[in-house]
């Protein structure tokens, strides 16, 4: 798995190494799914998961591409991402 220097940034900013980001999608579970957004940038469909890693709620995004899965983590904030 390759991290971006943005990505590695953005884990550090929650307290979470590159290894809690691979243990989060190892766990990733029906029941962190929040279904799918279409990309407002790219038309892309996005998965959409929030698992809890440790106390921090995530927002996860996955997209799936011809040759990548692009991941982005962020804490998940009030109203952000859809609902069951």
């Known amino acids: 798995m390759y991290f971006t220097g943005k990505s590695i940034l953005e884990l550090s900013g929650l307290g979470l190494y590159q290894e809690d980001a691979v243990d ?7 029941a ?6 279409r990309s407002a940038a790219t038309g892309q469909w996005m998965y959409v998961f929030k698992p ?12 799936l591409r011809d040759d990548c899965i692009v991941v982005s983590f962020h804490a998940d904030e009030e109203g952000h991402g859809p609902h069951p």
């Open 32 to 37: 962190d799914s929040q279904g799918r957004l």
């Open 24 to 30: 989060a999608l190892c766990a990733l579970s029906g």
């Open 52 to 63: 809890t890693v440790g106390d921090i709620l995530l927002y996860v995004k996955v997209v």
